[in-house]
């Protein structure tokens, strides 16, 4: 068993007192909000803004096992579904050195598979290059060898990608979530939304999709099936929203404000200026907030999702990275030319529709599963 997040040590000092939530700067005063159930119980108690930020690490959550470290899908179970869902994407790729023999010809088609599974001409070249150096230092003379070298190589590659997200930094920790339609972005949130409370955390959504015909109905939906309560209005701004929803966690207590933001096209700059004006409300009702502006994107996507990263993070300072969809994909690949073109951290991977389906990325896991 791994752990989905690390978590930052409660502080012992009684939290400052909470702030009376005010009217949105950036937009009327809302209508009244309306709301899923409310959970069972929410935890008051958080460590301070100012409290020094736990190491960052692959590690089991900090405190007691029984609490926070649920059980959940194992590695070789993980795994296994892992090497399925990029198996089309390692196709090609692994194929290349069965009984190989290590000339140009073996580069080309190496070459045409990293450029096939959408790694992109940067990354193709980065790992070209510096696979044909280790080649001639190491005297590498058999296929086996080459391979082991490039899996090294690809992982140094996607290592600076590879983040846990850490929980408790901030009381309460607000997450801004974006992407285009059919990404995945919903029910992402509400699978992040289950793993959370599975590590003592609790939630509040805000359903701040009020652009795409029943984004809020299918957030109110995992709210309930989560027990979640979810801050929304029938027709109102989605800024105004997400400021409720910060006021009410701050007043509740609760750990961790999802924001779910109108799914958009970049090239659609309108709807790229109202999902900035979202972020400046945020650090309007709470100093810092957002503390994590999220890109869900779908590995489908290929070359787009990267065009989409960029244009996001042109936008908003990413701080994370989503990547659904990878099961059956060929264009696995992506994430190499994430981490040569612009590398945001890549927090979560998903290869299928189950709650256990979405975890941590690893760098290691994910070179392991593409070159086997």
Do not use: C
Not at 276 to 295: C, Q
């Amino acid at each position: 068993m791994f752990s989905f997040f690390k978590k930052k040590p409660v502080q012992p000092e009684t939290p400052p007192a909470l702030p009376t939530a005010a009217a949105p700067p950036d937009s009327a005063t809302p209508a009244a909000p309306t709301a899923a159930p409310a959970p069972a119980s929410t935890r008051a108690s958080a460590a301070p803004d100012h409290a020094p930020v736990a190491s960052v690490m692959h590690a089991p959550l900090a405190g007691p096992s029984a609490e926070q470290d649920k059980p959940g899908l194992d590695k070789p179970n993980w795994m296994a579904r892992l090497k399925a869902g990029l198996s089309k994407t390692s196709a090609n790729l692994s194929v290349l050195f069965v009984g190989a023999k290590i000339d140009d010809a073996l580069y080309e088609e190496l070459e045409a598979a990293l450029l096939m599974s959408d790694a992109g001409i940067d990354a193709t070249e980065y790992l070209l290059d510096a696979l044909k150096r280790k080649v001639k230092e190491d005297k590498l003379l058999d296929a086996a060898a080459v391979k082991n070298a490039l899996k090294a190589l690809m992982t140094e590659l996607l290592l600076p990608l590879q983040k846990p997200f850490e929980l408790g930094r901030h009381q309460p920790l607000v997450m801004m979530i974006s992407g285009v339609n059919g990404a995945g972005k919903t029910t992402t949130i509400g699978k992040l939304a289950k793993h959370m409370q599975g590590h003592g955390q609790s939630v509040l959504l805000a359903a701040g999709d009020t652009f795409r015909a029943a984004a809020r109905e299918q957030l109110m939906v995992w709210g309930q099936r989560n027990n979640v309560t979810v801050i929304s209005q029938e027709s109102g701004d989605p800024a105004a929203v997400s400021f409720d929803a910060v006021q009410s966690a701050k007043a509740k207590g609760i750990d961790v404000v999802m924001i779910d933001t109108a799914g958009r096209l970049p090239t659609q700059l309108h709807l790229m200026e109202e999902l900035k004006k979202v972020k400046r409300v945020l650090g309007k009702g709470l100093a810092g907030a957002p503390h994590e502006t999220l890109l869900v994107i779908d590995g489908n996507t290929g070359q787009n999702a990267l065009a989409q990263v960029k244009a996001f993070d042109d936008a908003l300072q990413l701080t994370g990275i989503i990547i659904t969809k990878l099961d059956g994909t060929a264009k696995g690949g992506v994430i190499a030319a994430i981490a040569r073109v612009r590398p945001v951290p890549v927090y979560f991977i998903g290869i299928g529709e189950r709650i256990e389906d979405l975890q941590p990325f690893n760098a290691t896991e994910f070179v392991e599963a593409l070159l086997g």
